[in-house]
Nanobody, 124 residues
Framework: QVQLLESGGGLVQTGGSLRLSCKAP????????MAWFRQVSGGAREFVAV????????SYTQSVKGRFTTSMDNAKNTVDLQMDMLRPEDTGVYYC?????????????????WGQGTQVTVST
């Protein structure tokens, strides 16, 4: 089991920004495929973003393209999600995930380990 420690999140107004960070101590980050998911209103966790991995470009779900940016820092063993121009529909619990294998559009079935989740609330 891979330990994932999330930080960031909180309450922000529409149009504002937040930055999430996920640290994975002990993980060989150079080979790790990671992702960000979110869960809205108790529904299924949906893919949000996958950072650049071994020459493959970052990927994003359609609704966040142009607003969210994800990146990995192999030296610090962290993966970040910068969220700009936030909307009320972005409200949810955001999870960092370690993937069992790379996928540009992962589902929950691709996930080997989850972070604890962090709440993001965007007010109108």
């Amino acid at each position: 089991q891979v330990q994932l420690l999330e930080s960031g999140g909180g309450l922000v107004q529409t149009g504002g920004s937040l930055r999430l960070s996920c640290k994975a101590p002990g993980l060989n980050f150079a080979n790790a495929a990671m992702a960000w998911f979110r869960q809205v209103s108790g529904g299924a966790r949906e893919f949000v973003a996958v950072p650049r991995w071994k020459g493959r470009d970052s990927s994003y779900t359609q609704s966040v393209k142009g607003r969210f940016t994800t990146s990995m820092d192999n030296a610090k063993n962290t993966v970040d999600l910068q969220m700009d121009m936030l909307r009320p529909e972005d409200t949810g619990v955001y999870y960092c995930a370690f993937l069992k294998g790379y996928s540009a559009t992962p589902t929950e079935a691709h996930v080997g380990s989850w972070g604890q989740g962090t709440q993001v609330t965007v007010s109108t």
